[in-house]
Nanobody, 121 residues
Framework: QVHLVESGGGLVQAGGSLSLTCAAS????????MGWYRQAPGKQRELVATIPTGGSTNYADSVKGRFTISRDNAGNTVSLQMNSLKPEDTAVYYC???????????????WGQGTQVTVSS
């Protein structure tokens, strides 16, 4: 079993900052790409940012220059620093990880339970 647990969501005024963290635990051999997605009410889940084990990060155009994704490979964690938040950033944010579980050969995609981020105007 592999579990992803997010923390750090909450309510913030427009222009403020929040930091999200996701910790992966369980029967993990290795983790490839980790990332953050979000889903606003009535909308489809969308990519926010991803970060591979090695290589360049990827951001949605809507968050470039405001959000920063980082990871701690030793601790199997990924974080998202969100600055200059806007009301349109309001959504449930989900952590995602491409994991090779112990005892397997394939990569499986896992999701966290989500954490609410609300930005008031």
């Amino acid at each position: 079993q592999v579990h992803l647990v997010e923390s750090g969501g909450g309510l913030v005024q427009a222009g403020g900052s929040l930091s999200l963290t996701c910790a992966a635990s369980g029967s993990i051999f290795s983790i490839n790409t980790m990332g953050w997605y979000r889903q606003a009410p009535g909308k489809q889940r969308e990519l926010v940012a991803t970060i591979p084990t090695g290589g360049s990060t990827n951001y949605a155009d809507s968050v470039k220059g405001r959000f920063t994704i980082s990871r701690d490979n030793a601790g199997n964690t990924v974080s998202l620093q969100m600055n200059s938040l806007k009301p349109e950033d309001t959504a449930v944010y989900y952590c995602n990880a491409h994991v090779i579980p112990l005892g397997t050969y394939g990569t499986r995609r896992y999701w966290g339970q989500g954490t609410q981020v609300t930005v008031s105007s």
